[in-house]
Each structure stands twice: as C-alpha cells, then as structure tokens.
C-alpha cells in the first residue's frame, strides 16, 4: 500500500511546488500573509530604490518645468510643464552638436574595442601560439597602468603625429584604453566552451575562420552584448579624453559640453537639468535594449568565477 501512495504524494508535492497558486509559499506565514522578515526586506529595497532614482526623477522634473518655476521651486517635482528647457539646451546650449559629436566618438571606438577584443579573445583562449601567456599577460598589463600616468606625454605623441584635436586621434584613445579589459573579458568566454566543438568542425573540414564566425561567435553572444554595454557606457561617459585631446572644442562632446555650459558666468538650472537629461537618456535606452545580454554576461562571469 505504501509502494502505490508514494508515487501519487511525490507528484502532490511537484505540483504545490510548481503551482503559485497552491498556496505553498514558503516566504508567507500562514493565513496567507508575509512574514515580518519579508516585510522588513521590500521596505529596504523599496528605500534603496527611491533613493537611486531620485537624481534622475529630480533631473526630469526639472527639465519639463517652466524656467520661472525652476527659479522659484527648484525642488518641487513636476509642478509645472514646459519644453522650453529643453528647446534652449538643444538650440542655445548647441547640445544637438554634443549629441552628433558623442556618438561620432563613441560608435567607433565602440566597434573596434568589440571587434579587437573578440578576436584577442578568442586568439588568447583557443589558439595555441609561442609566448601566448606572457603575450597575454602583457596586454592585461593595460588594465594596472592608470590613464593618468601616461596622459600628458601621450598628448604630445598625438600632435607630432597630427592627431591631436581630430576625431580619429580621439577614437584611438578611447579605444585603446578599453582594449585590455574587453580582451581579458572575451578570453573568459571562449575558454569556457568545449574543445570537442572545433575539433568535430575540424573534421569536418571547417576552416579558421569558419569556425570562428560560423561556431565560435553565437555561442558568446552574451559576452559581446555585455562587453558593448560596458564600452558604450565608459566611452560615452568619458570627459578627460575629449577635454585633453580635442582642445578646440570643434568636436564636444555631450560631458565637455556640460562642464563648459556650467563653467558660464551664470548657472541656468532649467536648461542644464535638460542637458543632463539629453546626456543619460541614450545610456538608458541602449541598457533596456541589451539588459538580457548583459544580464547573460553577468551570470555567465559569475559561473567561470
């Protein structure tokens, strides 16, 4: 009798298990309601919450508020509405040029970032070579050696070599700051898959570079979603680069053009909340696009530890 019962009490138990409406929760006390310690943990995440997203709440009530309000109230959230802040930071404020200059900087080094690590990476994890670790270990060197010791003679490397105050000097600045890390990152990736995949390809008679692009690249697509939000963000983030190497201010970006809007004779907190604003919203657009992908990449990292 026991034989025949434990089959049907082992499938009770899966199926409370598996449905939330079984009323099985094991974070609520009986009768259905929360237990304290629960309670207690959605209160703080909920205060952590609030406190992260005020900054930008704030920023947004302020750009969509008239100017005399912002003069007035300058804390009161959304008590009034108005684009004008935002049409004067874009005309007045030249943020429309900002906005074509960061992504005139940022896309490119971007692209080649992703492209060179991807295949640093995958050269480093899968290809066996002479001097491969002390190769690699050189190149990983980039992430130990700060931005700040090499900054000023690098400036004048760039303008013996006419780069300096151009838009490709730049690029390959930005770039090559962001080269090491996502080399270290794709490398963590193509180690982790199997050898048995490009040896089977091999047999079959799959070239290089075949399974490179047609094998080897949709398995770590994850790691090159991750990689991309992480340069955009750093590359497009960046000030110190652009304010050293593009000295003229031909080609501002959106976080010199910020400095520069404050650094007036008068403060207008209207139309600086709406450049602000008109800096973070790509940012935020790209993360909700790519949030899967990075998600992905945080786990995936997490596992290879």
């Given at each position: 009798?026991?034989?025949?019962?434990?089959p049907a009490e082992?499938?009770?138990?899966?199926?409370?298990?598996?449905?939330?409406?079984?009323?099985?929760?094991?974070?609520?006390?009986?009768?259905?309601?929360?237990?304290?310690?629960?309670?207690?943990?959605?209160?703080l995440?909920?205060?952590m919450?609030?406190?992260v997203?005020?900054?930008?709440?704030?920023?947004?009530s302020?750009?969509?508020?008239?100017p005399?309000?912002?003069?007035?109230?300058p804390?009161?959230?959304?008590?009034?509405f108005?684009l004008?802040?935002i049409i004067?930071?874009?005309?007045?404020g030249r943020?429309?040029?900002?906005v074509?200059?960061?992504?005139l900087?940022t896309v490119?080094?971007?692209?080649?970032?992703?492209?060179v690590?991807?295949?640093a990476?995958?050269?480093?994890?899968?290809?066996?070579?002479r001097?491969?670790t002390?190769?690699f270990?050189?190149?990983?060197?980039?992430?130990l050696?700060?931005?700040?010791?090499?900054?000023i003679?690098?400036?004048?490397q760039?303008?013996?070599?006419g780069?300096?105050?151009?838009l490709p000097?730049?690029?390959?600045?930005?770039?090559s700051?962001g080269?090491?890390?996502?080399?270290?990152?794709?490398?963590?990736?193509?180690?982790?898959l199997?050898?048995?995949?490009?040896?089977?390809?091999?047999?079959?008679?799959?070239?290089?570079?075949?399974i490179?692009t047609?094998?080897m690249?949709?398995?770590?697509?994850?790691?090159?979603?991750?990689?991309?939000?992480?340069t955009?963000?750093?590359?497009?983030?960046?000030?110190?680069?652009?304010?050293?190497?593009?000295?003229?201010?031909?080609?501002?970006p959106?976080?010199?053009?910020?400095?520069?809007?404050?650094?007036g004779?008068?403060?207008d907190i209207?139309?600086l909340?709406?450049?602000t604003?008109?800096?973070?919203?790509?940012?935020?657009?790209?993360?909700?696009v790519?949030?899967?992908?990075?998600?992905?990449?945080?786990?995936?990292?997490?596992?290879?530890g």
């Open positions: 009798m026991m034989t025949a019962t434990a082992r499938d009770r138990r899966i199926t409370e298990l598996a449905d939330p409406e079984s009323g099985h929760d094991r974070s609520r006390i009986p009768g259905g309601r929360r237990s304290p310690a629960q309670v207690a943990l959605h209160v995440l909920a205060g919450a609030v406190f997203l005020m900054p930008v709440i704030l920023v947004v302020t750009t969509l508020k008239t005399a309000d912002v003069r007035v109230n804390f009161g959230l959304f008590s009034s108005s004008q802040n004067d930071a874009w005309t007045v943020f429309s040029d900002y074509l200059n960061s992504f900087l490119p080094s971007t692209a080649i970032v992703v492209v690590s991807v295949m990476g995958y050269t480093f994890a899968r290809l066996p070579f001097g491969r002390v190769l270990y050189l190149v990983v060197l980039g992430l050696v700060p931005f700040f010791t090499y900054m003679p690098l400036y004048f760039l303008r013996g070599m780069l300096l105050d151009t000097g730049a690029i390959l600045v930005l770039a700051t080269t090491s890390f996502g080399t270290f990152f794709m490398r963590a990736f193509f180690s982790d199997p050898q048995e995949l490009e040896q089977s390809a091999r047999v079959d008679g799959a070239s290089e570079v075949q490179f047609r094998i690249l949709p398995l770590v697509g994850s790691g090159i979603g991750a990689l991309t939000v992480f955009f963000l750093a590359n497009w983030n960046n000030f110190l680069i652009p304010l050293l190497y593009l000295p003229s201010g031909d080609f501002r959106l976080t010199a053009g910020l400095y520069m809007f404050t650094s004779r008068s403060l209207g139309p909340a709406a450049g604003l008109i800096t973070i919203l790509p940012i935020i657009v790209l993360f909700v790519l949030q899967r992908q990075v998600t992905q990449g945080f786990i995936s990292g997490a596992v290879k």
